[in-house]
């Protein structure tokens, strides 16, 4: 799969994934063991942004509630824990098909509004699952929730364990490989092709007798279904889940990615997400103000450096 991507990608984007893969090889000779830990929340993040790019930079379709559905993958993996279900056979699923039951629920009323009316209804929806979080006292309000233990894949003779760090970082690492070769085919296909159309001239595809919302919400199902395994992870990442990672602040954070990286481009999102935490972790060591740096140099990226990073570092052809 890798070495598929690998010739239709520029030297940047591989250089970015083998950086990912032999990181557990070259922390340890770095001498920064917790380089490990950082590129794995990078790598989630990631998998979080290329699906929220399905929608915004492919589908022209500004959701500022994405967050919600990391969090929904998150609270179902931290509730089955707490309730002693561990089995990630039985945890996975149904994270994943609750993700994408919520996002075709809020998707389907959504994309009856354009424009900032459908904004403002995204963030509306994910505010009220927040609030949701916010009021479970049974597991934990805004304290959040333990997990208690990260889940095994248990079916018969097959039991694989991913509490080892390094084995649940590769896994991670392999999923995000997954998704970004699945969204590439995706856009690259007929589906693709329709959803690029309604974002340039949906009046005109509806004219000829495509019908753009039934592709529309299949899109923003598939981009929440891809946000929840993201929030899968994570929960299983940091073994712990608030309602914090679903508030708004961290959908727009999910955005500044997409739009560091590049809108509309499959690479883009991963190159976005990495260079966001890694600025914020190198300028919030220098000072708590550091949102104060960061925006200007997001505007600067906006302004003058056309397609992202993407673009600078040499456009892939998705």
Known sequence: MLRLMEKATPSSTVILLLLFALMPFLAPILGEAFYVDVFAR???????????????????????GHAAYIGIGGYTIAIFSFHEINNGFIQWPVALAISGAVALLFGALSLRTK??????????????????????????SNDGLNVWHRSHFKLGNV???????????????????????????????RFGMVLKGSRSNEVRLNTVGIRTYSYRLTAFVISGVICGLAGVLQANFEKFVSPDMMD??????????????????????VMGATAYLVLSEILSSFTIHWHLIFGPLLIILVLYGRGGLSGLFGKSND
Do not use: C
């Open 42 to 64: 990078i790598m989630i993040w990631s998998i979080a942004a290329v699906g929220l790019n399905l929608i915004l930079g492919y589908g022209g379709m500004v959701s500022f």
């Open 115 to 140: 424009g900032v009316y459908f904004i403002m209804i995204t963030l509306a929806f994910a505010q009220m699952i927040y609030f949701l979080g916010v009021s479970a006292d049974k597991y934990g």
């Open 248 to 269: 708004w602040p961290r959908s727009g954070e999910l955005m500044f990615m997409v739009i560091m990286g590049g809108l509309g481009t499959v690479f883009g999102p």
């Open 159 to 189: 039991n694989f364990k991913i509490d080892d760090n390094i084995t649940f970082y590769y896994v991670i690492f392999f999923l995000l490989l997954l998704v970004i070769y699945f969204t590439r085919r995706l856009v690259n296909s």
